[in-house]
């Protein structure tokens, strides 16, 4: 069973989620039914296009957004920065990050996967931690090995390694974030056969900041 708050896996037989406290439902009708009887009002994901937009603290359908099969929510986290700000590349990679971490909107969401797609992404997160962290060492491997222009095999083995794994790292996310705001998150990324299950986007949300 999985907590929809933090998704994370907890016994069947909890009643409380271990790493957040949340409280645990069977399913999700149950879940449905305490948020009715509380009060609470239901944040709902909706689409326009081919994209999805999600209200922060929203549940999306136990559907992979992959491919529509049943999915389990797992917890991950998105980050979105304005695309003006791309211009400060031409400054250097590490101005423009630092403007990114300092200025980026983040948002953390419980994305449904299929077992197949949970895998994919698994998979490419750890292909792009091995990559990055291995960039130096086997820079510095390579330098050692030429014993004539060493150190310029060593900077491009380093450069091409951050770039393989920058890309791998830019795929790794089962859904692409293309604005992030206080109340709404657009996303790419989502299949059609997911997408049908959800609401269309009132119009008076297609004509804000989120489709710009």
Same mark, same amino acid.
């Given at each position: 069973?999985?907590?929809?708050?933090?998704?994370?896996?907890?016994?069947?037989?909890?009643?409380?989620?271990?790493?957040?406290?949340?409280?645990?439902?069977?399913?999700?009708?149950?879940?449905?039914?305490?948020?009715?009887?509380?009060?609470?009002?239901?944040? /709902?994901?909706?689409?326009?296009?081919?994209?999805?937009?999600?209200?922060?603290?929203?549940?999306?359908?136990?559907?992979?957004?992959?491919?529509?099969?049943?999915?389990?929510?797992?917890?991950?986290?998105?980050?979105?920065?304005?695309?003006?700000?791309?211009?400060?590349?031409?400054?250097?990679?590490?101005?423009?990050?630092?403007?990114?971490?300092?200025?980026?909107? /983040? =948002?953390?969401?419980?994305?449904?996967?299929?077992?197949?797609?949970?895998?994919?992404?698994?998979?490419?997160?750890?292909?792009?931690?091995? =990559?990055? =962290?291995?960039?130096?060492?086997?820079?510095?491997?390579?330098?050692?090995?030429?014993?004539?222009?060493?150190?310029?095999?060593?900077?491009?083995?380093?450069?091409?390694?951050?770039?393989?794994?920058?890309?791998?790292?830019?795929?790794?996310?089962?859904?692409?974030? =293309?604005?992030?705001?206080?109340?709404?998150?657009?996303?790419?990324?989502?299949?059609?056969?997911?997408?049908?299950?959800?609401?269309?986007?009132?119009?008076?949300?297609?004509?804000?900041?989120?489709?710009?």
């Amino acid at each position: 069973m999985f907590c929809i708050k933090c998704g994370k896996e907890n016994p069947d037989s909890g009643s409380f989620c271990w790493s957040c406290g949340s409280t645990l439902f069977k399913d999700e009708s149950s879940t449905q039914q305490n948020i009715v009887s509380s009060g609470a009002t239901t944040l /709902t994901a909706m689409k326009h296009g081919g994209k999805l937009i999600v209200p922060r603290d929203a549940v999306l359908p136990h559907a992979c957004v992959k491919c529509g099969a049943a999915g389990i929510p797992h917890a991950y986290k998105f980050a979105w920065l304005s695309s003006g700000y791309y211009a400060l590349i031409l400054l250097g990679i590490l101005p423009y990050f630092l403007v990114r971490l300092l200025l980026r909107k /983040t =948002v953390r969401l419980l994305i449904p996967l299929c077992e197949r797609h949970r895998r994919r992404v698994h998979t490419l997160g750890m292909a792009a931690a091995v =990559v990055l =962290v291995g960039a130096i060492p086997t820079a510095v491997i390579i330098g050692s090995v030429f014993s004539e222009e060493g150190a310029a095999w060593g900077l491009f083995s380093f450069a091409s390694l951050v770039v393989v794994g920058l890309v791998l790292l830019w795929a790794y996310p089962p859904l692409r974030a =293309v604005h992030i705001d206080k109340s709404h998150a657009t996303f790419d990324g989502a299949c059609m056969e997911f997408l049908r299950l959800l609401p269309e986007c009132p119009k008076y949300v297609v004509g804000s900041p989120l489709f710009e």
